[in-house]
C-alpha cells in the first residue's frame, strides 16, 4: 500500500514534511515510511504486550499503525505544538473509526518525559545526539527502578546515534532490520537498528 492509501486506512492524515520548527537539537517532522513500519511488524518484535514511548512522534503514524497492527500500548511525545494538535485530531478520528483505545500523546521535551512501564522505544532521528543521550538518562533511570528487558529501535540511524549507543554499558547490539531493499538503493543506513537492556 502506498502512504495515502494506509492514512485513508488508518483514518489519519501524517504524509508530508515539516521543517518549521527545525533547529540544533530538533529536526524536522518527517513520518518513517509505512512499508518500513511493516517490516518492523513483521519481525514480531513487538506484541500486545509492549508498551511503547515513540519518541518524536509528529502526527503520530508510528503509534498509530504499531497499535493498530500488533495492539500494543503506546505513548507519542513531542515537543512542537503543532504536531501534538495534529496528533489529537487523529486520534479522535482514529479512535472514532476503529474504536481502539491504547494511544495517547504528550506535549512535553523527550528530556523531561517521565518514563513509567515502557519497555519499547522507538526512534526516527527526532533529535541531535546530545538530546538523545539526556533521554537515555531517562530510560537507564526506570531501567534501575524497574528491572526488565527494554528494546530501542532507531530507524535510518546517524553515525552519531550508533557510536554514542554503543558506549551505553546497560545497552547491548542484538540485531538490525534491513530495508535498503524497500527504496531499491544502497543506503547502508535504511534499516532498523535494535539495542536491548543488558542484564
Known sequence: MIEKDWDKKLNITTCGR?????????????????????????????SSES???DYGCGKGRVSFFL????????VGIDFDERMCKAAQENLLSYNKC?????????????EKYEIEDADTFY???PFSVEVLQSVVGKIKKSYYENLREMQLFFYYPSDEYISYLMTVPELIFTDEIDCQDLFG?????ERIVIFETYF
Open 98 to 110: 476503529k474504536n481502539k483505545s491504547g494511544v495517547k500523546f504528550f506535549c512535553e521535551s523527550a
Open 185 to 189: 538503493g544502497n543506503d547502508e543506513r
Open 18 to 46: 515539516d521543517a518549521s520548527k527545525e533547529n540544533a537539537y530538533h529536526y524536522p517532522y518527517e513520518p518513517t515510511p509505512y512499508s518500513v513500519l511493516e517490516r518492523l511488524v513483521e519481525s514480531e518484535y513487538i
Open 51 to 53: 508498551s511503547v514511548v
Open 123 to 125: 526512534f526516527f532521528n
Open 67 to 74: 497499535n493498530h497492527k500488533s495492539g500494543c500500548k503506546v
